[in-house]
Nanobody
Framework: VQLQASGGGLVQAGDSLRLSCAAS???????????SGWFRQAPGKEREFVAA???????LYADSVRGRFTISTDNAKNTMYLQMNSLKPEDTAVYYC???????????????????WGQGTLVTVSS
């Protein structure tokens, strides 16, 4: 599985941004990609869970982004998205998409559950 993340950039607080993650090698719904996730790593901090989505539609979010971010997939394009609204300076980070055959609902927030990662895309939110 190869993942290509894109869509990052420099925005102002309150703006919106949509990240994309194009997958190749497997398709969403396949055993390797029943769950897909987004993580982020801010400067000087540990990588943290942002959101995850099951191919059938269930979604989970970190408390810090719930209500502002939306994870989705376009199965026809084999692409996952992270729509980010009302961005805050504390959302500044490198964002990574990830999938893996071992991801289940109980471990979606755990980095170790994901076997395949995109290269990351930088989001910078200025105040």
């Amino acid at each position: 599985v190869q993942l290509q993340a894109s869509g990052g950039g420099l925005v102002q607080a309150g703006d919106s941004l949509r990240l994309s993650c194009a997958a190749s090698g497997r398709t969403f719904g396949n055993s390797y990609m029943r769950w897909s996730g987004w993580f982020r790593q801010a400067p000087g901090k540990e990588r943290e869970f942002v959101a995850a989505r099951k191919w059938s539609g269930s979604s989970l979010y970190a408390d810090s982004v719930r209500g502002r971010f939306t994870i989705s997939t376009d199965n026809a394009k084999n692409t996952m998205y992270l729509q980010m609204n009302s961005l805050k300076p504390e959302d500044t980070a490198v964002y990574y998409c990830a999938v893996g055959p071992s991801v289940i609902q109980s471990n979606v927030a755990s980095q170790s559950a994901y076997a395949y990662w995109g290269q990351g895309t930088l989001v910078t939110v200025s105040s």
